[in-house]
């Protein structure tokens, strides 16, 4: 069964540091991966989309991944984080059937804390 | 407002009891999912309704059904409730053929 794995639980940084959210997932054949950020008290929001091509993706709010098929990841980064960036953040998988998706497969989520 | 309203925002119930946790998709979106988010689990993959019928099914209870009715809003019914069953319910919808899901706000269920 396909799964996906986000390595670290809870992530502390000051403002202005740079960030970055690893996120691997188990499955050969052709995926389609999201981020998904949910801010305390709200519901999921797509930060950004990975289906085909450029393997960098940018996405809102300055975000950015980069889709590493050799390494079966699509780890997030931001530059510069603020302290309204503090949330969790979801990596999440949906695998390709030829032309549809199967259903959106989610990781563990990380706590992300942006002290001022 | 993603587009997806889900109703009720917030249901406290007692164990045994049963409730029903509506939702209505984006317009335009066939495709109706129920997601449950724990602390423990973390966000589940309940069931997938397409167009009125059952898609999929991921872990979801015997004792939790749902449906999607004409209008393509969506039901999910818990009932025999245990308090493990506390957490928040997500939906989210998607139109056919393309990727990326739109969330809705969720229900915060609890059992007491």
């Known amino acids: 069964a396909q799964s996906v794995s986000q390595h670290n639980h809870h992530v502390i940084l000051s403002e202005a540091a740079s960030l970055e959210l690893g996120c691997n997932y188990s499955?050969?054949?052709?995926?389609?991966l999201f981020w998904y950020v949910q801010y305390p008290g709200q519901h999921l929001q797509l930060l950004l989309k990975?289906?085909?091509?450029?393997?960098l993706v940018k996405g809102i709010k300055g975000f950015e991944a980069e889709f590493i098929k050799s390494k079966f990841s699509f780890n997030l980064r931001k530059p510069s984080v603020q302290w309204s960036d503090t949330a969790e953040y979801f990596c999440a998988v949906t695998v390709n059937y030829g032309g549809s998706q199967g259903n959106l497969i989610f990781g563990k989520g990380t706590k992300l804390s942006v002290k001022p | 407002d993603s587009g997806v309203t889900q109703t009720p925002k917030h249901l406290i119930t007692a164990t045994g009891q049963r409730v029903t946790l509506r939702c209505s998709p984006r317009s335009g979106d066939l495709s109706v999912y129920w997601y449950q988010q724990s602390l423990d689990q973390g966000l589940q993959f309940l069931i997938q309704y397409y167009n009125g019928e059952e898609r999929a099914k991921g872990n979801i209870l015997e004792r939790f059904s749902a449906q999607q009715f004409p209008d393509l809003h969506s039901e999910l019914n818990l009932s025999s409730l245990e308090l493990g069953d506390s957490a928040l319910y997500f939906c989210?919808?998607?139109?056919?053929?393309?990727?990326?899901?739109?969330f809705g706000s969720g229900t915060r269920l609890t059992v007491v």
């Open positions: 499955y050969g054949g052709t995926v389609n």
């Open positions: 990975y289906f085909s091509g450029d393997p």
């Open positions: 989210a919808s998607s139109p056919h053929q393309e990727f990326g899901y739109t």
